[in-house]
């Protein structure tokens, strides 16, 4: 037995492992997701400026060198294109694109990278100047906000007197080569910039949601506790008076201890009764009761909130459903989206309830279809108890793609219930 516990036990750490680590890579996505610019869009993008190197291989093929001068020249590129696609790589919205080099580390490379591109333009001409294009982008990636500045205004400005120089007099600079060049080294580099600006305030949205998420848990955890605290505690403690004064008369009278113990036994199960009362109320909330908790926890989430209540009155267990079904749905927007405005609509048309929660917000997967999890597949067991159906996947919105979970439960006369 003890070996084969020993045996488990790395197993269930192993599985712990990849179940957070496949939760922080839907969190990941989640947050790719909502900025727009996928992974592959972003590769795409970020390469795409490798267009820099035209004109300096361009200028190789006009004027072919042979012998150093040419193995400098192609060995100072090719470093520049390895570490081009080694630093952008990843999407600037990966925890590996952020702590992947410390400021030290990626000052140095700014540097070195600069001072390659003015040996190379110093021995080829001003046609490599335009490495300066992807120099800007690396350090609008890999430095904060502050150093990032001043490392695109102090290139754009090298650009300028690099050219310059070359060129040996201002009136003899090519400046229909040199205006184009600075202003995509000034105009690359903040584009980065802005998107790095962009990933931080995501992560910063993200984990204000998921703080939000654990302290409605918590309160709601003290709300039951100072429920419970108020209901049990008089109860209890008439209890423990009672027995107490049983036990001191059970010598001295026992009829009088005897119906202590009938009043102790009375006043223990009106308080199994108020306990069950009390945990049924927190099991089953009504929906208005619903609509108006989910109200508060959007607007505290920042998720703009709009209520279409139109419905019959509804039975008992109709009730509780849709109570359950505005619950999971808000819950839903509040972990697995990026929601800006979350509509809810509670309508009854043709003897049916009609309830609807839809969110503008990013699905955590994208797809036509969406896997049920635990919450949606209890939810779709209360429906389907109720005679109704459930339906719940992507949704055009106007601002975008977006996700509604639709329930349809068929009117029950109150007189149906009661008899059932």
């Known amino acids: 037995m003890l070996s084969l516990a020993t045996k488990k036990a790395p197993d269930d750490l192993e599985q712990r492992w990849m179940a957070d680590s496949t939760s922080d890579e839907s969190k990941l996505q989640e947050i790719i997701a909502a900025s727009g610019i996928s992974v592959r869009l972003w590769r795409l993008y970020a390469y795409f400026w490798l267009v820099c190197l035209f004109f300096p291989i361009l200028s190789l093929i006009q004027a072919p060198h042979v012998g150093l001068h040419l193995f400098i020249t192609l060995s100072g590129l090719i470093t520049f294109v390895v570490i081009y696609f080694r630093v952008m790589w990843p999407h600037p919205l990966s925890d590996?694109?952020?702590?992947?080099?410390?400021?030290?580390?990626?000052?140095?490379?700014?540097?070195?990278?600069?001072?390659?591109?003015?040996?190379?333009?110093?021995?080829?001409?001003?046609?490599?100047?335009?490495?300066?294009?992807g120099v800007s982008a690396i350090a609008g990636i890999t430095l904060s906000f502050r150093n990032a500045s001043v490392a695109v205004i102090g290139l754009t400005l090298l650009t300028v007197g690099a050219n310059v120089s070359i060129d040996r007099s201002i009136t003899s600079a090519d400046w229909l080569q040199i205006i184009p060049l600075v202003l995509l080294v000034r105009g690359l580099g903040l584009d980065m910039i802005g998107f790095v600006r962009l990933s931080d305030a995501l992560r910063e949205l993200q984990r204000a949601r998921e703080e939000l998420a654990r302290r409605a848990v918590t309160e709601e955890r003290l709300r039951m506790a100072r429920d419970l605290h108020d209901l049990l505690g008089h109860t209890l403690s008439l209890i423990t008076l009672k027995s107490e004064l049983a036990g001191r008369l059970l010598e001295k009278d026992p009829r009088a201890a005897t119906q202590q113990v009938h009043e102790v036994e009375r006043v223990a199960r009106q308080a199994l009764g108020e306990v069950r009362e009390a945990v049924t109320g927190y099991r089953q909330r009504t929906l208005h009761g619903e609509l108006d908790g989910v109200r508060q926890i959007l607007d505290a989430a920042g998720i703009e909130c709009t209520v279409e209540y139109d419905a019959q009155s509804l039975s008992p267990g109709t009730d509780v459903v849709l109570a359950w079904v505005v619950r999971e749905g808000v819950t839903n927007v509040i972990r697995h989206s990026l929601?800006?405005?979350?509509?809810?609509?509670?309508?009854?048309?043709?003897?049916?309830?009609?309830?609807?929660?839809?969110?503008?917000?990013?699905?955590?997967?994208?797809?036509?279809?969406?896997?049920?999890?635990?919450?949606?597949?209890?939810?779709?067991?209360?429906?389907?108890n109720e005679g109704g159906q459930l339906e719940a996947g992507m949704q055009p919105m106007s601002t975008g793609p977006g996700f509604r979970l639709k329930v349809e439960i068929p009117i029950r006369s109150s007189s149906i219930m009661e008899a059932r």
């Open 96 to 133: 590996r694109a952020r702590t992947r080099l410390r400021l030290r580390t990626s000052l140095a490379l700014i540097m070195g990278l600069t001072i390659l591109v003015l040996l190379l333009s110093i021995i080829n001409g001003s046609s490599f100047l335009w490495l300066f294009i």
């Open 339 to 384: 929601a800006q405005h979350c509509l809810i609509r509670i309508t009854s048309t043709d003897g049916i309830i009609h309830a609807e929660v839809s969110n503008d917000g990013y699905p955590r997967k994208e797809s036509s279809t969406v896997e049920r999890g635990g919450g949606l597949s209890g939810l779709a067991e209360r429906v389907a």
